[in-house]
């Protein structure tokens, strides 16, 4: 069956750490996989978008990486900030075409001072 | 810099009745979505709406569910016969065509009693 899986337990960090999630998804052949941030009670809010012939995408304290072959996403926060915590969703199109998201069930950053 | 609203913020009605939620996407979009997410579950497809007709739904948009860019600015979602499962957020996205990124409204909290 079709799977994107994130950790579902929390991370918790310390300020000025790396952060890393893990998105890896199962019976799907995606052309390019979004991150998003969720704050509670609000919408997905866009972070990156990487394609499946990039092997890593940054923007500013952020890194995406997509292995194909491994099926799996990994996203970098570095320099952590408080202001970071959130929950953090991955997701894909799995037509490539359409713009139907597929979201992993996201996991939940926390990052203390 | 542009932003998809909606509204109502929240929602609440009794089972059996019709709500509508109301979106506006940002103005040069083409492409507009409905995802759901019930309270911590994943963020889940509706419906994709495209040059005034839908482009493809989910197994949850069944017959009770409906959409409609009524005008050049509006994008509804209406819900014929509330049930409680229908309790959820409500997400309204857009996307302009050119690039694959979506962007979220803040939501519609829907309340079924």
């Known amino acids: 069956s079709q799977k994107i899986e994130q950790n579902s337990e929390a991370l918790n960090i310390q300020e000025g750490k790396t952060a890393t999630l893990t998105c890896n998804y199962t019976n799907y052949s995606p052309a390019y996989l979004q991150w998003y941030r969720q704050d509670p009670g609000r919408g997905p809010v866009f972070l990156l978008l990487i394609r499946e012939n990039e092997k890593e995408k940054r923007k500013e304290r952020l890194k995406v990486t997509f292995d194909t072959t491994l099926k799996q996403s990994l996203f970098h926060i570095t320099a952590s900030q408080p202001a970071d915590s959130a929950t953090y969703l991955c997701?894909?199109?799995?037509?490539?075409?359409?713009?139907?998201?597929?979201f992993g069930q996201g996991t939940t950053l926390q990052v203390k001072p | 810099e542009p932003e998809v609203t909606q509204t109502p913020s929240h929602q609440v009605t009794q089972m059996g009745q019709e709500v509508i939620l109301r979106c506006v996407p940002i103005s040069n979009h083409l492409y507009f979505y409905w995802y759901r997410q019930i309270l911590g579950q994943k963020v889940e497809f509706l419906v994709s709406f495209y040059n005034n007709e839908i482009s493809e739904k989910s197994e949850i948009f069944d017959d009770q569910f409906s959409v409609e860019r009524p005008d050049g600015s509006n994008f509804t979602l209406k819900i014929r016969s509330t049930k409680l499962e229908d309790s959820a957020m409500y997400f309204c996205?857009?996307?302009?065509?050119?690039?694959?990124?979506?962007?979220f409204g803040p939501g519609t909290r829907l309340t079924v009693l």
């Open positions: 996205a857009s996307r302009d065509g050119r690039v694959d990124t979506q962007y």
């Open positions: 997701a894909l199109d799995p037509s490539g075409n359409t713009g139907k998201l597929i």
